[in-house]
């Protein structure tokens, strides 16, 4: 079984990407603990909440992080092709353009989002 994450990262010619990774979910070491992922070492928690007004133009993340979407309204990243994707409550996102343009994120929906970021640097 894998999780699927979306990844934004910079290429070679200073745009952002998209990209699909897979992460192998494989059975836990006791019975009934489900299936788990090698561990990824993480630095820090962050909790966001925006609202249906957000709308950012092209900017580069922070830091290498994951974006866990967990309630509320949608978010469309675009990357520098133009292309563009959608993710909701459940889907995760690698941020990792922290150089060239960056990509854009707006509000699809009219409710508030609920994310954490977790930061891997």
């Known amino acids: 079984m894998k999780q699927r ?11 952002s990407h998209f990209e699909e990774l ?6 836990g070491d006791r019975a009934g603990i489900g299936r788990l ?4 070492p993480a630095t820090g928690v962050v909790f966001r909440e925006t609202g249906p007004e957000y709308d950012l133009d092209w900017h580069q993340a922070p ?7 967990l309630s509320g309204g949608g978010v469309e990243i675009e990357v520098g092709s133009g292309e563009r994707r959608r993710l909701r409550a459940g889907d995760i996102l690698l941020a990792e353009d922290t150089s060239g343009r960056g990509h854009r994120s707006r509000a699809i929906d009219d409710t508030p989002r609920r994310s954490i970021f977790v930061t891997l640097d």
């Open 63 to 69: 830091r290498r992080q994951l974006v866990v979407m």
């Open 22 to 27: 897979e992460v192998d979910l494989t059975a």
């Open 37 to 40: 992922s090698e561990l990824w």
């Open 5 to 15: 994450i979306t990844r934004v990262y910079t290429g070679d010619d200073g745009e």
